[in-house]
Structures are given as structure tokens and as C-alpha cells.
């Protein structure tokens, strides 16, 4: 088990209880599509969505953070 149940690909979450009865939108994937966190791709591909997701928002968070974080200054670019 992992803390991140979307990586889990035995959690609850991505079981066949939310299978949707299609494929995976990801092209050339024939797994079952649904998961808990969207109908259109099987737990592996979704687990990828996510985490590109995430990565994308922690880095644009992080961005933010340090320009918040800085005295405001001239811009010298
Ligand atoms: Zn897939």
C-alpha cells in the first residue's frame, strides 16, 4: 500500500466497481476505463494524469511562493 491511493493500482478507489465498461482514452490502452477519480482512463493512466497534474501545480505553487516571498524590487529581465 502507498499513501497515494491513486498509485495503488489494488485500491479500493481503482477498482472494477467503477469500471465504465469502455477502454482507456489513452490511445493504443485497452485496459477498462474508471477509476474514483475519472470515468475516462484506466488506474494506470490516471495515475499518470494525476501526477502530471500535481507536479505542474506544486511547481506554479512553488513559483508563486518565492516571487510572494521576494521584497518587491525593479525588474531587471
Ligand atoms: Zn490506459
Avoid at 491511493?5 to 485496459?31: A, F, M, W
Avoid at 484506466?42 to 511562493?65: G, P, Q, S, V
Amino acid at each position: 500500500m502507498t499513501d497515494l491511493p491513486h498509485r495503488d493500482l489494488e485500491h479500493p478507489l481503482n477498482s472494477s466497481k467503477y469500471h465504465t465498461g469502455k477502454r482507456c482514452v489513452e490511445e493504443g490502452c485497452d485496459k477498462p476505463a474508471g477509476t474514483h477519480w475519472s470515468p475516462f482512463w484506466c488506474a494506470e493512466h490516471n495515475a499518470e494524469r494525476l501526477d502530471r497534474i500535481t507536479n505542474t501545480l506544486e511547481t506554479e505553487l512553488k513559483r508563486l511562493e518565492e516571487a510572494l516571498s521576494q521584497p518587491r524590487k525593479e525588474n531587471t529581465q
